[in-house]
C-alpha cells in the first residue's frame, strides 16, 4: 500500500513521493486532525462557572510579621440579571469587542489564525478572542497561561458553550465576570467603582467608558496607575480612555445600536469617583501597598491578575513605628506652621514626601506618601517631579575624588585618562556671577554661543577676594553654586551623572545632563531613590537597590525571597570623605537643623529656583532619609497644573531645605532612632590632591567684569526690581525643555523662573529670588543672564 521508495524509479527518483503518497498522507493527517478533534470536543464539558472564583485577600505585614492589612485580590462581584444590565452596555461590548457575537459560533477562525501565527513568531497567544472566548477565560478556566494546550481548550470549551448555551446567558456572564480594575469584577461592581450607582443606572457615555476600560485599567483608568507602568499616567489613560469611548461610540451608531442624536450627548470622558473607597487603605497603607503590589509587578514576582486572583501573604520592610513617626513629624509640622485658610496665596496645595531607607540592606523602612492614600493618590515618597536642588552636589564630589578633574593641558581624549584626583581641601571659586568654564579654560557656550553665569544665593560671593576660592569643605557646608558648577565641568557631566547612577538615583529622573545646572539638582529623583543613594555613602560605598518586599507566600509556599544584592559603587575612601564633609554641612553648615545631640549625621539640604521644591536628605550609620516639600495642585480639574512657588509659604519668606524639611527629619530621625545606639562614622583615610591652590593673580578687571556693570534692557517687567539690571519673567526660558508640561515636571520645577532676560548674551546681573542654596539662585537658574537651563541648589 505504501510504495516506498518506489519500486519502479531509479537513483533519486526511487525517493521521490507520488502524488498518490503525497495525497494520501495529507488526507490522513488531516482526518486524524478532525477525529483528535471530535473526541476531544466530546469529552470537554462546560465547566461550572466561577467554581474557580474563590474570594481570597492578599494578606500584607509589617517588617516584624503581624498584619498590615488584608486586601487587594478580594473578588468584588455582584451577580446580576441581564435584564438590569443596560442595553447600552450590552451593545457597548458587542459593537467594540464582537460585532457577530449573536450570528458566530462561539469562535472567530481568522483571530484564531492571527493568535497562532503570533505565537510562531514567538509572541503570545492572546488575540482572537470573541465575547464567548473571553467569558469561558474569565469564569471557566483554572488555568490562565498563554500556552497552546490552554489555548486549545478555550476554543473547544468555547464552541461547546457557543452551541449549547443561550447568547443571553453568555453576554449576562462575560459582563458579570469580567474585570474592569479598581478591584471590580462584573458590571454591577464596576458601576459602583467607577460611578458610585447601580449598572441599571448607567448611562450610554458611562456604559462606553466601562467597555474601554475591558481593554486592560491599566492603562485605561483615568487615575492613572504609574506604580505598575510609568506610561499609564492620569493625563495619557485619559486620552486613551477617551479615544477608545469615542470609538466605541461611533461604533454603535455605526452598527445601528446608538442614534446619532444620543451619541452626540457624550463628547468627554464621564467623571469618574475616588478610586479608593477602602478605608483600610488610608493614611500611609494604601502607598505602602502600591508600592508593594507595583515591586511584585515590575520584577515578574506575581502578575498583577494573579494578585487580583488573591491568596498570597506579603512580607514587607515596612517597620511600623518608623511609618508611625514619619507621618507625625510631618502632620506637627503642617499643623503648625501651614494655614491655607488663613493664608490661601501661600498655604494652599503644600505637600510633603518622604522615605526611609537602611544602608546595610537597602531595606525601605517608611514612607510618607501623601496626607491619605484614599484622598491623595500620587506617592510623594516615589516619583513626584520634584527637583532636588543642592542635595544634588555630593555626586559631583564624588565624581571628583572617584576619578578626578582632567587636565586642561590635554585633548579631550587624552584628558579622559589623564586625571587629577581631588581632596576636600581643593580651592574653587565661590564668586557670585561666576563665568563658568569648560575643563580646558575656555568660556563654555551653548548652542546660541551664550555664556553661563552663576549666581549664589543673596547674590553672595564667598572666599578670599579678588578670585574668591573657597575649599570643596566649605563651598559643601554654605552651599556655594558657583563651585560645584565648575568642578562639575572641570570633571566632566558625564562622570557627575555616572556617579549619581552608581550611588543608585535612576537615569530616568536625571535631565539636563549636558548643561552646567545638571551639577546643582535640576533632576528630580523620588524620595526613596534620595534615601537609597546617600545610603550608599552612609555603607562606606556600597550601594544596596532599596526594596520593599523581603517574603512572598502562597498555597504552595514560599515563592520568592528577597536576595540582596550589594555593589560597590565607591571605595570606602570616597564615600567616607563624602560622608565626612556633608557631616559638616550638618556640624557647622545649613543643615544645622538637622543635628541629633551624641549622634554622627551627615546631609544635604537643597532649594530649587523659583523657590518650587526644598529638600533635606541626610544619615547616620543606621538610617538614611530623605524629606521633600512642594506646592502642587491635588486638583485634576486644573488645566496645566504646574509646581507653584513656597514665596510666603508657612509665613516664611521663603521654604528653605533647612527649614521645614530638616525639621522634619531631625524630628523623624530623633525618635525612630531611639533605643539604638550612637554610632559614628568612619575616619576617612586622606584622599587627593589640593587642586587650584595657586597664589592669585593681581586684581586687574578684564572687559568681562566692565561689561558685568552695564545695564541691559529687560523685555519684560521685573518681579523684583533693582535697578539697572534685567530680571527673570514668568516665562520659559529657551532651552527649558518640556516647559509647563505639568506634574511629570521635566524643568518644571525651574518653570516659570528659567530664562534670562537676555537669553544670556548680555553678562549683566539679573534679580534674583532664590534661597539659601538654590543652585543659580536667580531665576535664570545661571545668576547672570547665562543660558538658560533652570536652575537649583
Known amino acids: 500500500m505504501i510504495d516506498y521508495p518506489r519500486r519502479d524509479r531509479d537513483g533519486w527518483g526511487r525517493w521521490v513521493p507520488s502524488w498518490k503518497l503525497v495525497s494520501g498522507l495529507c488526507v490522513g493527517f488531516f482526518g486524524s486532525l478532525l477525529v483528535a478533534a471530535g473526541i476531544a470536543y466530546a469529552m470537554v464539558g462546560v465547566p461550572v462557572v466561577a467554581e474557580t472564583a474563590k474570594a481570597q485577600n492578599n494578606v500584607y505585614y509589617w517588617s516584624d510579621g503581624s498584619q498590615m492589612v488584608a486586601t487587594g485580590g478580594e473578588r468584588n462581584r455582584q451577580i446580576i440579571n441581564l435584564s438590569q444590565i443596560p442595553k447600552a452596555m450590552q451593545n457597548a461590548v458587542i459593537s467594540q469587542e464582537n460585532k457577530t457575537f449573536y450570528e458566530d459560533s462561539g469562535i472567530d477562525p481568522k483571530g484564531i489564525a492571527r493568535a497562532v501565527f503570533n505565537m510562531a513568531r514567538g509572541g503570545d497567544t492572546q488575540g482572537g478572542s470573541t465575547i464567548t472566548q473571553q467569558y469561558v477565560k474569565n469564569a471557566m478556566l483554572d488555568d490562565q497561561s498563554q500556552t497552546i494546550s490552554r489555548k486549545v481548550k478555550e476554543i473547544l470549551v468555547s464552541i461547546k458553550v457557543g452551541a449549547e448555551e443561550p447568547k443571553d446567558e453568555i453576554l449576562e456572564g462575560y459582563l458579570n465576570s469580567a474585570y474592569y480594575g479598581r478591584g471590580a469584577y462584573g458590571i454591577q461592581a464596576a458601576a459602583r467603582a467607577y460611578f458610585n450607582k447601580d449598572a441599571v443606572d448607567l448611562n450610554p457615555g458611562q456604559c462606553a467608558f466601562l467597555a474601554a476600560v475591558l481593554k486592560g485599567a491599566t492603562y485605561y483608568d483615568p487615575a492613572g496607575a504609574t506604580s505598575i507602568d510609568t506610561a499609564a499616567t492620569p493625563e495619557a489613560n485619559k486620552k486613551r480612555a477617551r479615544n477608545q469611548m469615542q470609538d466605541t461610540l461611533d461604533k454603535m451608531v455605526e452598527y445601528g445600536h446608538l442614534s446619532q442624536a444620543e451619541r452626540a450627548k457624550y463628547p468627554d470622558l464621564p467623571k469618574v469617583q475616588n478610586p479608593r473607597s477602602n478605608t483600610q487603605l488610608g493614611g500611609q497603607i494604601g502607598y505602602m501597598v502600591d508600592l508593594a503590589k507595583s515591586s511584585l509587578i515590575k520584577n515578574d514576582i506575581v502578575t498583577q491578575d494573579q494578585l487580583e486572583q488573591g491568596g498570597y501573604s506579603i512580607y514587607t520592610t515596612f517597620d511600623k513605628k518608623k511609618v508611625e513617626e514619619l507621618e507625625s513629624a510631618v502632620t506637627k509640622v503642617y499643623k503648625a506652621n501651614i494655614k491655607p485658610e488663613e493664608r490661601p496665596k501661600t498655604d494652599t496645595h503644600v505637600q510633603f514626601g518622604g522615605a526611609s531607607v537602611d544602608p546595610a540592606t537597602g531595606a525601605i523602612k517608611a514612607i510618607y506618601g501623601g496626607a491619605d492614600a484614599t484622598k491623595h493618590f500620587t506617592n510623594n515618597a516615589d516619583v513626584t517631579g520634584a527637583q532636588v536642588g543642592s542635595t544634588f552636589k555630593p555626586y559631583v564630589l564624588a565624581a571628583a575624588m572617584k576619578w578626578g578633574v582632567r587636565d586642561p593641558d590635554l585633548g579631550e581624549v587624552q584628558a579622559q585618562d589623564e586625571r587629577t584626583v581631588v581632596s576636600p581641601k581643593s580651592l574653587y571659586s565661590g564668586k557670585n556671577n561666576l563665568k563658568i568654564k569648560n575643563y580646558d579654560g575656555t568660556v563654555w557656550q551653548n548652542e546660541k554661543g551664550e555664556e553661563w553665569l552663576q549666581e549664589n544665593d543673596g547674590k553672595a560671593s564667598l572666599g578670599d577676594p579678588p578670585d574668591y576660592k573657597i575649599d570643596l569643605r566649605e563651598a559643601m557646608r554654605e552651599s556655594v553654586n558657583s563651585a560645584f558648577v565648575q568642578l562639575g565641568m572641570d570633571v566632566g557631566l558625564d562622570k557627575v551623572k555616572e556617579a549619581a547612577v552608581d550611588s543608585g538615583l535612576l537615569d530616568s529622573s536625571l535631565t539636563g545632563t549636558t548643561y552646567p545646572s545638571f551639577s546643582?539638582?535640576?533632576?528630580?529623583?523620588?524620595?526613596?531613590?534620595?534615601?537609597?543613594?546617600?545610603?550608599?555613602?552612609?555603607?562606606?560605598?556600597?550601594?544596596?537597590?532599596?526594596?520593599?518586599?523581603?517574603?512572598?507566600?502562597?498555597?504552595?509556599?514560599?515563592?520568592?525571597?528577597?536576595?540582596?544584592?550589594?555593589?560597590?559603587?565607591?571605595?570606602?575612601?570616597?564615600?567616607?570623605?563624602?560622608?565626612?564633609?556633608?557631616?559638616?554641612?550638618?556640624?557647622?553648615?545649613?543643615?544645622?537643623?538637622?543635628?541629633?545631640?551624641?549622634?554622627?549625621?551627615?546631609?544635604?539640604?537643597?532649594?530649587?529656583?523659583?523657590?518650587?521644591?526644598?529638600?533635606?536628605?541626610?544619615?547616620?550609620p543606621q538610617l538614611s532619609t530623605a524629606v521633600s516639600m512642594f506646592r502642587y495642585p491635588d486638583d485634576e480639574s486644573i488645566k496645566n497644573r504646574t509646581f507653584l512657588e513656597m514665596y510666603g509659604t508657612g509665613d516664611q519668606d521663603k521654604i528653605h531645605g533647612a527649614s521645614f524639611p530638616a525639621e522634619i527629619w531631625h524630628d523623624y530621625m530623633e525618635n525612630a532612632l531611639k533605643g539604638q545606639p550612637a554610632k559614628k562614622f568612619p575616619t576617612p583615610e586622606p584622599i587627593g590632591e589640593v587642586i587650584n591652590d595657586t597664589p592669585p593673580p593681581s586684581p586687574t578687571p578684564s572687559p568681562s567684569q566692565t561689561q558685568e556693570t552695564t545695564p541691559s534692557p529687560s523685555p519684560t517687567p521685573s518681579q523684583t526690581p533693582t535697578s539697572p539690571s534685567p530680571t527673570p519673567t514668568d516665562t520659559c526660558g529657551v532651552f527649558e525643555w518640556n516647559c509647563g508640561e505639568g506634574e511629570n515636571g521635566g524643568n518644571e520645577t525651574s518653570g516659570n523662573d528659567v530664562g534670562g532676560a537676555n537669553g544670556g548674551q548680555s553678562p549683566s546681573p539679573s534679580a534674583s529670588e532664590s534661597g539659601e542654596d538654590s543652585g543659580g539662585g536667580n531665576g535664570n537658574g545661571n545668576g547672570q543672564g547665562g543660558t538658560i537651563w533652570g536652575a537649583s541648589g
Not at 550601594?543 to 509556599?557: I, L, M, Y
Not at 559638616?584 to 544645622?592: F, I, L, P, R
Not at 549625621?601 to 529638600?615: C, L, Q, R, Y
Open 520 to 620: 546643582i539638582g535640576i533632576s528630580d529623583p523620588s524620595a526613596i531613590r534620595m534615601a537609597g543613594s546617600y545610603a550608599t555613602f552612609a555603607a562606606s560605598g556600597k550601594q544596596r537597590e532599596p526594596f520593599s518586599v523581603t517574603k512572598v507566600a502562597s498555597k504552595d509556599g514560599t515563592i520568592y525571597t528577597h536576595k540582596a544584592t550589594t555593589k560597590q559603587a565607591f571605595t570606602a575612601k570616597v564615600a567616607d570623605n563624602v560622608t565626612d564633609v556633608l557631616k559638616t554641612v550638618v556640624d557647622e553648615g545649613t543643615g544645622s537643623a538637622a543635628q541629633l545631640p551624641g549622634r554622627d549625621v551627615a546631609g544635604k539640604t537643597g532649594t530649587t529656583d523659583g523657590n518650587k521644591s526644598a529638600w533635606f536628605v541626610g544619615y547616620t
